[in-house]
């Protein structure tokens, strides 16, 4: 079952502007993690996010993770023409819940140069 | 550290054929697991192994079978294909069973036809 929900399902911006994707789950989690795939190819681990953890900072990301509202958010700043792809959030269930991680339907991201 | 790698990468069968699929972790990584992405259901999980044991199995029917060796490697395998079993078919390895960071190999996509 589809335990994480991205919003929006796509999402088009110019080269150089802000991306925000939205994530919602649906029960208590241990961790966060949010993926990238380009052209149904892997899945790129981005970033991990603990249920105690509120924000998170890589690079050009920044991770936002509100467990009273069960959503979180990824931010890509300053995005390139190579951020181009389908984000996806995924969770770890805590509790014994689902077995390995739950996964989105995405986000698909164009940048347009 | 060579990635995740899995063969073959394109596979086309029939209908009630059978399919195996192959996974070599990244070095020292012993939990391994199996996720199908289809456009409509999207990424779901199938199974985990962990030092040649099942330690988890998605909602899947028993025609999905897998094991893993005692090098890590590990394979899965599908007996009478539908068409429905058409998919990108993915392997993940992380360092031990907790859900922290996955490691995705490029898949292999089937078609069933």
């Known amino acids: 079952s589809q335990q994480g929900e991205e919003d929006p399902q796509a999402l088009s911006i110019q080269e150089g502007e802000n991306a925000t994707m939205n994530c919602s789950y649906k029960?208590?989690?241990?961790?966060l993690q949010w993926y990238r795939q380009n052209s149904g190819r892997g899945l790129v681990h981005l970033i991990l996010?603990?249920?105690?953890?509120r924000e998170k900072h890589s690079g050009r990301l920044r991770v936002t993770l509100d467990t009273s509202k069960k959503s979180s958010s990824l931010l890509i700043t300053a995005s390139r023409a190579a951020d181009t792809a389908s984000y996806f959030c995924?969770?770890?269930?805590?509790?014994?819940?689902?077995?390995?991680?739950?996964f989105g339907k995405g986000t698909h991201l164009i940048i347009q140069p | 550290k060579a990635g995740v790698t899995q063969t073959p990468r394109y596979l086309i069968k029939t209908r009630g054929q059978q399919v195996t699929l192959s996974c070599s972790p990244i070095?020292?990584?012993?939990?391994v697991s199996w996720y199908q992405q289809t456009p409509g259901q999207g990424l779901q999980f199938l199974f985990e192994?962990?030092?040649?044991?099942?330690?988890n199995k998605g909602n899947f029917p028993g025609r999905f079978s897998g094991r893993q060796f005692s090098n890590s490697r590990s394979e899965m395998n599908v007996s009478t294909l539908e068409l429905g079993d058409s998919a990108l078919y993915l392997c993940?390895?992380?360092?031990?069973?907790?859900?922290?960071?996955?490691?995705f190999g490029p898949g292999t996509r089937l078609l069933v036809l």
């Open positions: 029960t208590s989690i241990n961790n």
């Open positions: 995924a969770t770890d269930e805590s509790g014994g819940g689902a077995d390995g991680l739950t």
């Open positions: 993940a390895s992380s360092l031990a069973l907790v859900r922290e960071t996955q490691y």
């Open positions: 996010i603990r249920s105690n953890e």
């Open positions: 070095s020292g990584h012993r939990s």
């Open positions: 192994y962990f030092s040649e044991t099942q330690r």
